[in-house]
């Protein structure tokens, strides 16, 4: 990953300490932990690793009903909460 931007984020101390000992614990920069974190969190992904995501979940093959359906089998029904 080509690093171009600089930004410079203020933490409050107690949480830079928490964010460094993580980054050194993973064996990481600090940078690279938050940069990690926002990838994760807002979802800033290439289309090519989007698709690719798709492809691994229809490989899995599992089954799926129209929504509907799965509304139904998800939501207890009243009668089946009362006694």
């Known amino acids: 990953m080509e690093l171009i931007k600089k930004t410079t984020i203020l933490f409050p101390p107690a949480l830079h300490e928490r ?5 050194a614990a993973k064996g990481i920069s600090l940078g690279e932990l938050v940069r990690t974190a926002c990838v994760r969190q807002y979802g800033i992904a290439t289309a090519e690793e989007r698709l ?3 492809r691994a979940l229809a490989a899995l093959g599992l089954p799926v009903a129209e929504p509907g359906e799965m509304k139904r089998q998800s939501v207890p029904t009243v009668e089946s909460l009362a006694p």
């Open 19 to 23: 964010l460094c000992r993580l980054a």
């Open 52 to 54: 690719e995501a798709v």
